[in-house]
């Protein structure tokens, strides 16, 4: 069931950013621009209102309009995998606008609830996933997602992957053992993790440095794929640098490191939203110092 769905995630995931204007709101022209960027690149998965989309930063109806938009621009040169969260009746909302929208599938944000138990969270995915007949992947971010409760999730048959973010490797193998290829197991904290998550079962990963140098995220899956760790790991040693800086400051960096980045190689104006915020003077430099090391400045 969604073979194809299952097969077009067993890679890279893309998240694109959310471009904004001077005002503040979402510039679509410049969205366009990124997802063909990202298109050109031969992605065959976009995440449109992922966390690098600054998802919760956007309204409900920018939420659906991004969605949509993402869906008409795409025109299905790849799959697009619609961001959903909040509460369960706005998410369960949200995934039938995606599928309404004519998305090929939607990911579950973990729930910002600062109340949450295992039969709960169980209860969370599963009135989601009822409520559309589109394949849907689970971000796990945190320790209240255990192997039980996505074991228990997988009685819904149209939930088909999750995109483990929760950087603790032995849990991770501890539920690719429970529960085998019943999910598509990604690596959601990108490249950083990549190879010591595909070492523990997974079979591709998220990734918004795609929107900067998907090259490098391409490298590394061949690598990876073919079981080649040494190069996956001089890959890594690359691109360790800019993953560290979107780590800083307890991973709030993530956003404006890429959109700065963006910036400096003139695919975006950097323009974020609050509670995200431009980088300090020398943060900025070290992006500089990155891309000239990749070779993408001079």
């Given at each position: 069931?969604?073979?194809?769905?299952?097969?077009?995630?067993?890679?890279?995931?893309?998240?694109?950013?959310?471009?904004?204007?001077?005002r503040?709101n979402?510039?679509?022209?410049?969205?366009?621009?990124?997802?063909d960027d990202?298109l050109?690149?031969?992605l065959?998965?976009?995440y449109?209102?992922?966390?690098?989309g600054?998802?919760?930063?956007l309204?409900?109806e920018?939420?659906?309009?991004?969605?949509?938009?993402?869906?008409?621009?795409t025109a299905?040169r790849?799959k697009?995998?619609?961001?959903?969260g909040y509460?369960?009746?706005?998410a369960a909302?949200?995934?039938?606008?995606?599928?309404e929208?004519?998305?090929?599938?939607v990911?579950v944000?973990?729930p910002?609830?600062?109340f949450?138990?295992?039969?709960?969270l169980?209860?969370y995915?599963r009135?989601?996933?009822?409520?559309?007949?589109?394949p849907?992947?689970?971000?796990a971010?945190?320790?209240?997602?255990?192997?039980k409760?996505l074991q228990?999730?997988a009685?819904?048959t149209?939930i088909v992957?999750?995109?483990?973010a929760l950087n603790?490797?032995?849990?991770?193998?501890?539920?690719?053992?429970?529960?085998?290829?019943?999910?598509?197991?990604l690596?959601?904290?990108?490249?950083?993790?990549?190879?010591f998550?595909?070492?523990?079962g997974?079979?591709?990963?998220?990734?918004?440095m795609?929107?900067?140098?998907a090259?490098?995220?391409?490298?590394?899956?061949?690598?990876?794929?073919?079981?080649?760790?040494d190069?996956?790991?001089e890959?890594?040693?690359?691109?360790?640098?800019?993953?560290?800086l979107?780590e800083?400051?307890?991973s709030?960096n993530?956003?404006?490191?890429?959109?700065?980045a963006?910036?400096?190689?003139?695919?975006?104006?950097?323009?974020?939203r609050p509670?995200?915020?431009?980088?300090?003077p020398?943060?900025k430099?070290?992006?500089?110092?990155?891309l000239?090391?990749?070779?993408?400045l001079?």
């Open positions: 069931m969604h073979t194809a769905f299952r097969e077009a995630i067993q890679g890279i995931n893309a998240i694109p950013v959310t471009p904004f204007d001077e503040g979402i510039d679509y022209a410049a969205y366009g621009s990124v997802l990202l050109r690149s031969g065959p998965a976009v449109p209102c992922g966390n690098t600054e998802f919760y930063s309204t409900i920018e939420a659906k309009e991004a969605v949509t938009f993402a869906v008409r621009h299905g790849a697009v995998i619609a961001g959903i509460d369960a009746r706005t909302a949200l995934a039938r606008h995606a599928e929208a004519g998305a090929d599938g990911m944000h973990q910002v609830h600062p949450v138990l295992e039969s709960g169980v209860g995915y009135a989601i996933a009822q409520a559309t007949k589109l849907v992947v689970l971000y971010r945190s320790e209240t997602v255990t192997a409760a228990q999730a009685a819904e149209n992957g999750v995109k483990y603790h490797v032995p849990s991770f193998a501890k539920a690719v053992r429970a529960i085998g290829d019943r999910y598509v197991w690596c959601g904290t990108a490249e950083m993790w990549a190879p998550f595909f070492a523990a997974a079979v591709g990963f998220t990734s918004g795609v929107n900067v140098d090259r490098r995220s391409f490298a590394m899956l061949d690598a990876l794929r073919a079981g080649r760790y190069r996956a790991m890959i890594w040693e690359e691109i360790r640098p800019f993953e560290e979107r800083a400051r307890r709030g993530n956003v404006s490191v890429v959109k700065e963006m910036a400096q190689l003139g695919k975006s104006n950097g323009v974020l509670p995200a915020a431009p980088l300090r020398e943060e430099q070290e992006v500089r110092r990155i000239q090391s990749w070779g993408l001079s």
